[in-house]
């Protein structure tokens, strides 16, 4: 059973899940009415300094994987429309580049502003993290009227500690655009 987390809770799942190798980052959407909403999973994958080293360790939309073959973003899909994860991105933990020592997950609202969108729209919308290996989801976190005021949330972090990758839980919402995270993270 997954751990469902609320609005601004934190959870510390490092001592449960010490030896995550491969990893699926599944968002998924629906709308509550006939509009579409364009959802977009990405990674910042950041080194000692909390930056990334190059533009490529910013995987989204336009730069599908990484330098170093680890992430794989399945692709961009622009309505939600189907049932189950709309948009994936996969992680073979293993295979990171050694400089790279965290990973965070950001799902945002494409044009968010201009179309005047937020979560509050959305029904059964969820961005999770699975175990690839044991097929087990290891942590979920809802979109929707609690993060109406919200047009991007941090889902979370995979830190790399000393005995392996630990995913810390975030769930912060943000209203700066994906470009804000850029700007911070580049
Ligand atoms: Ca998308
Ligand atoms: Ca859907």
């Given amino acids: 059973m997954a751990i469902e987390l609320s609005k601004g809770s934190k959870l510390n799942l490092s001592k449960k ?26 990674v910042f994958m950041l080194g000692e300094n909390g930056k990334i080293p190059a533009d490529e360790y910013f995987v989204f939309y336009n730069n599908l994987q990484s330098p170093d073959g680890s992430i794989k973003h399945t692709g961009d899909n622009r309505t939600g429309l189907g049932d189950d994860d709309d948009e994936m991105i996969l992680a073979n933990l293993p295979l990171i580049n050694p400089i ?29 993290l699975v175990d ?47 470009q804000g995270y850029v700007d911070k993270y580049v």
């Avoid at 190798?21 to 959802?39: A, F, P, Q, R, T």
């Avoid at 790279?100 to 968010?112: C, D, F, G, R």
């Avoid at 969108?117 to 961005?127: E, R, T, V, W």
Wanted: hydrophobic share 40%; glycine share 8%.
């Fill in 17 to 42: 899940e010490p030896t995550l190798k491969k990893v699926m980052i599944g968002l998924g959407w629906e709308m509550s009415s006939n509009n579409v909403m364009d959802l977009d999973a990405s």
């Fill in 100 to 128: 790279i020592k965290e990973l965070v997950i950001v799902v945002s609202i494409h044009e968010a502003e201009a179309r005047k969108h937020h979560f509050g729209l959305l029904k059964n919308a969820y961005i999770r």
């Fill in 132 to 178: 690839v290996e044991s097929s087990r989801e290891v942590v979920r976190f809802r979109l929707d009227e609690n993060n109406a005021n919200f047009t991007e949330i941090e889902f979370g972090r995979l830190k790399r500690e000393e005995d392996g990758w630990h995913f810390i839980a975030s769930g912060v919402g943000t209203s700066i655009g994906l």
